[in-house]
């Protein structure tokens, strides 16, 4: 630290450390009251791409069909299915349901029209009053599961192939108000992106954004709220039945509580170890409890400043308490060591010059080693993916507001301690560290030549590496997230939703613009028609009813419904002939409203050509390939059927994760680069050479390469969290290679001997090193208990990566620094130069 910054550190920080601690107490407790404002978002847009443009095609398409989110209720029997007992009991838990606030409708096996079973004429089929149920008419259990199996608008959809499982569908209203806030804020950050936004319109954008969050807020609230009132209900049936509960809202509900979970395990547990194992290093109260102190008031301004702007977690950066905790405690760790070992070498001095002789030594090692952390998570910001973003950033944060704190508290604190006058000798003796000195020096050439056959197998492993995954699989299987979404692609249709929408190239016809020599129909046929039923040219629904069937002839699709899945019916109803244009045209104009927002609305526009095909795709396939999927329907419909390219769109949650799957390659190329290209440069700045830099971030490139070469070998995908561990690794894991470098650039003029330096190096910064790296293993080997996989991964492969790196910069590292005397050449010894251990005490 610079002499002038360090005379009004001593001034302002040691003259006046009661001033300061009190200061810094008010600044915690206002940082206190924000936190009750802290909120979570487990939403679907935080698990999808930032300024994705088939995100906005989505949600057009949302508002223009009207769809609403739904929750699936799977009701597998203990007795047979169509038994008077356990339809009584299925009836029952609907009307429970149907009775619950936010349920606009539950759809069952027992009110939907048994068309087929009841023989309708097409005249017959427009009005409800025709139609029976199962719950309203004596059909025998045979004809009903016939009916369930054949029935275009049913089949893969209420019935299970082996009649044992039914699923109820709880609709959940349409909320306008939410929907037309976002295609607000769309256009508004359309204006801003083309530099076209007035002042204005820049702060409808604010308010907007801000209605846009209350708004979420109220939805997650209510669909909360809801997803434990159907659990409640669940709970009265499992007598009669095997429940489970499916559906976005109840996997962002439970989402939500993971997070909730996460944040409270991770904390104590990662707090739990951390006291702990302070406690074996130091074995002094005081230490361990102010670096707790550190630590957790840290958390505390974070978690405040986060309730105060409204930022809110994801599942994403729900461990950022955990990593605050570590990281902070690391960097504590760092100051103790140094401030023991400065106490060790001048024994006589006052309390105040050993903080002061501290601080400045250690400030500008871990003001870098901070920096490249803070660079690893601000690298996140070009992933493109909202919650990966979010957490970079809450990181970048939270390592500022862990170095401030770090250097106000602790020697505020200690300045006020009397020195530890325990004259413990452990700190003096030959630490643990030591044996990799030996070995570094025994056998140097051995772990450069691993490091290198390790390197090797890291790229082959690297270039096994896949982005595709399941979104079943980021659960644990005793999670009812996994065994619902588990259940329902298994046995009723699949479970994420796929839209193809295909644009046709004709002219609105209207129905009078239909010839035939005969009408079906009874009565008067006079009345005006202002409705457009283009698709009810014949031409048109046979091209619809053949991208159905080759939609439904897929693997990988489950239930499929479009328009030719009442053309189907209808077809089926007419004696198996298609009806001709007048004929469906006016069997359309006849229908009640009802019917035709149930079967014919969601599946065609009225006000341009335009078809809707709904599909649910079997997540839990595990030979699902997403994008080839995608290219093989593209292809299908442009090349074998001849649409143009830019009139066959596919939409739904599925291309939208997948888009963000895509993305993940490109996003982990960029952040490693960023963070590779930035910690190149900080190397350059502080050691002023270059050679010394290229050294420097040798050993770093390991970690990072053999976590990825690790997950590619074990066919581990990258996933949203595991394209921030390669870069995070860097920026963590780059500390030691910089603290290291900084003590040996200190050392070696001493005596201008490398190996001796490499001892004293490893007796004293390595020790520091060596307690923060199993401080920082040992913290996140708690991630493993969540119920987020991709979050155990991250655990386990950060942990992997810290032990890589400790290895690397106690071993490799040293040995280049010995190989390549980058300080210049060593003194002239006369005579054999012994170098061990006892260079330790500088003897």
Not at 86 to 107: F, G, I, N, Q, Y
Not at 131 to 153: G, H, M, Q
């Amino acid at each position: 630290m610079k002499s002038s910054l360090l005379r009004i550190y001593d001034e302002y920080i040691l003259e006046h450390p009661i001033l300061i601690l009190v200061i810094t107490f008010g600044i915690l407790a206002f940082f206190g009251l924000q936190a009750p404002k802290f909120k979570l978002d487990a939403s679907g847009d935080s698990l999808l791409l930032e300024n994705d443009a088939d995100l906005y095609y989505f949600r057009q398409m949302a508002e223009h069909y009207r769809t609403r989110d739904i929750l699936v209720l799977t009701y597998t029997a203990k007795k047979d299915l169509f038994s008077a007992s356990t339809l009584k009991d299925l009836a029952t838990l609907r009307d429970e349901l149907s009775l619950l606030e936010s349920v606009t409708a539950v759809t069952t096996i027992l009110e939907v029209p048994l068309l087929l079973t009841a023989d309708l004429t097409l005249e017959e089929l427009a009005d409800e009053e025709n139609f029976i149920t199962l719950e309203n008419s004596s059909v025998d259990p045979i004809t009903a599961r016939k009916e369930f199996y054949e029935n275009p608008l049913y089949k893969d959809r209420l019935l299970s192939p082996d009649g044992r499982s039914t699923a109820l569908l709880v609709s959940l209203p349409y909320d306008e108000t939410y929907r037309t806030l976002l295609k607000r804020r769309y256009e508004l950050r359309e204006k801003e992106y083309n530099n076209t936004i007035s002042a204005g319109e820049m702060q409808e954008l604010e308010d907007v954004s801000l209605a846009i969050r209350e708004e979420l807020t109220r939805l997650m609230q209510r669909d909360k709220q809801l997803v434990e009132d159907v659990r409640s209900v669940m709970d009265r049936h499992r007598d009669h039945a095997d429940l489970y509960l499916g559906g976005v809202p109840m996997i962002v509900s439970d989402m939500i509580a993971f997070i909730k979970n996460d944040l409270v395990v991770f904390g104590i547990g990662v707090m739990f170890f951390l006291i702990l194992t302070l406690s074996v290093i130091f074995r002094r109260a005081r230490w361990v409890i102010l670096s707790m102190l550190c630590c957790l008031s840290a958390v505390l301004v974070m978690v405040g400043t986060l309730g105060m702007v409204d930022w809110r977690i994801t599942v994403i950066s729900s461990n950022f308490i955990s990593l605050m905790l570590i990281l902070t405690m690391s960097l504590t760790i760092h100051l103790i060591q140094r401030y023991l070992e400065v106490q060790a070498q001048f024994p006589d001095v006052d309390q105040r010059f050993l903080v002061l002789e501290t601080v400045k030594t250690i400030a500008l090692p871990c003001f870098y080693t901070m920096l490249t952390t803070m660079v690893a998570f601000a690298s996140l910001l070009v992933s493109g993916i909202r919650p990966v973003i979010d957490f970079g950033m809450m990181m970048t944060l939270g390592l500022m507001i862990s170095f401030g704190l770090a250097f106000i508290m602790f020697p505020a604190t200690v300045v006020l301690l009397k020195k530890d006058a325990s004259n413990d000798e452990r700190d003096l003796r030959p630490p643990f560290t030591v044996f990799f000195a030996r070995i570094t020096r025994r056998h140097g050439k051995t772990i450069l030549a691993l490091s290198i056959i390790l390197a090797v197998l890291s790229g082959m492993g690297i270039s096994r590496l896949k982005v595709e995954n399941r979104f079943i699989d980021y659960f644990r299987e005793k999670t009812e997230i996994y065994q619902g979404m588990s259940l329902i692609d298994r046995k009723l249709g699949g479970t994420t939703p796929l839209d193809l929408i295909v644009d046709f190239d004709i002219e609105p016809l209207a129905p009078n613009s239909f010839q035939s020599d005969e009408d079906f129909f009874s009565g008067d046929e006079e009345k005006e028609q202002e409705e457009n039923y283009w698709f009810a040219d014949v031409i048109i629904r046979e091209e619809i009813e053949d991208i159905h069937n080759y939609l439904e002839s897929q693997p990988e699709t489950g239930e499929i419904l479009s328009l030719a899945s009442f053309e189907k019916l209808t077809t089926r109803l007419n004696d198996n002939l298609a009806l001709d244009g007048f004929d469906f045209s006016i069997l359309l104009q006849k229908m009640e409203s009802d019917l035709q927002e149930t079967l014919i609305n969601p599946y065609v526009s009225r006000a341009t050509p335009q078809a809707r095909f709904s599909m649910r795709i079997i997540e839990s396939d595990k030979k699902l390939e997403r994008k080839a999927l995608l290219q093989r329907l593209r292809r299908h419909l442009v090349n074998k059927l001849g649409y143009p390219d830019s009139q066959v769109r596919l939409s739904n949650m599925f291309v939208l994760y997948n888009n963000m799957l895509q993305s993940l390659f490109q996003s982990q190329i960029l952040t490693i680069g960023i963070v590779f290209l930035a910690i190149m440069l900080m190397f350059l700045i502080l050691f002023r050479s270059l050679r010394l830099a290229v050294i420097a971030i040798i050993p770093n490139l390991l970690p990072a390469a053999m976590v990825l070469g690790t997950m590619g070998w074990f066919g581990i995908p990258l996933n949203m969290m595991t394209i921030t561990i390669a870069s995070i690794t860097i920026g963590i894991a780059v500390d030691d290679t910089i603290h290291y470098i900084h003590r040996f650039r200190k050392e070696f003029p001493k005596d201008r001997n490398y190996m001796a330096t490499l001892y004293r190096c490893h007796c004293s910064i390595g020790r520091a090193m060596y307690y923060t790296s199993i401080t920082i293993m040992i913290g996140f080997s708690i991630l493993i208990v969540s119920n987020f996989v991709p979050t155990i991964y991250f655990g386990l492969s950060t942990g992997l990566a810290m032990l890589v790196a400790l290895l690397a910069a106690l071993t490799l590292l040293p040995h280049l620094l010995v190989t390549l005397k980058p300080l210049g050449p060593e003194a002239d010894y006369n005579g054999e130069e012994i170098v061990d251990e006892n260079h330790c005490a500088g003897k």
